[in-house]
T-cell receptor, first 114, second 116 residues
């Protein structure tokens, strides 16, 4: 069984400041990791994913995440946020088996303020 | 190209009534998934279709929930009879195949179901 923990339910940050959204996972097998974003009144959109290779993954809209196997973490970062980044962010994992069904965290609401 | 489409976007029904949610996946996507998010909690897997076959329905809460995907195209999720705890946002997702190189699941906007 797998689980995902997003420790911060809400993260307020000022525009142009850096941000880190934390994600930790637990699994008895190797996992593949994802970050999804949900903008208001929209569906979930894939930000980035880690399948293998380089542990630093770059995604859309200037976001990046680093896979740390020893700490079982996959934190999402952006060096300078914009108002338009205000959204809810979900970390998810899959073992790749079982049809690639995703196990999600509870989400982190990022609120960017002027 | 159209994305994953879900109908309706919102539904408010009384306890005991029946509701049917519909999902139209991206054309050509064999894999179709249903997920649900109860307010404030994580998004949870409900079931997975490969074409018209149920591959995994381990997340279905109980037998009040019935999912179908006749012909391997669109899917419906029926809740009968609805209970208060069924309220939440129901997401549908589709993906091209199960290979890791195509793991991206494309999500719909969700159907917000409120049972009163």
């Amino acid at each position: 069984a797998q689980s995902v923990t997003q420790l911060d339910s809400q993260v307020p940050v000022f525009e142009e400041a850096p941000v880190e959204l934390r994600c930790n996972y637990s699994s008895s097998v190797s996992v593949y990791l994802f970050w999804y974003v949900q903008y208001p009144n929209q569906g979930l959109q894939l930000l980035l994913k880690y399948l293998s290779g380089s542990t630093l993954v770059k995604g859309i809209n200037g976001f990046e995440a680093e896979f740390n196997k020893s700490q079982t973490s996959f934190h999402l970062r952006k060096p300078s946020v914009h108002i338009s980044d205000t959204a809810e962010y979900f970390c998810a994992v899959t073992s790749g088996g079982g049809g690639n069904k995703l196990t999600f965290g509870t989400g982190t609401q990022l609120k960017v303020e002027l | 190209e159209a994305g994953v489409t879900q109908f309706p976007s919102h539904s408010v029904i009384e306890k005991g009534q029946t509701v049917t949610l519909r999902c139209d996946p991206i054309s050509g996507h064999d894999n179709l998934y249903w997920y649900r998010r109860v307010m404030g909690k994580e998004i949870k897997f409900l079931l997975h279709f490969v074409k018209e076959s149920k591959q995994d329905e381990s997340g279905m809460p109980n037998n009040r929930f019935l999912a179908e995907r006749t012909g391997g195209t669109y899917s419906t999720l029926k809740v009968q009879p609805a209970e208060l705890e069924d309220s939440g946002v129901y997401f549908c997702a589709s993906s091209l195949n199960q290979g890791l190189g195509n793991t991206e699941a494309f999500f719909g906007q969700g159907t917000r179901l409120t049972v009163v």
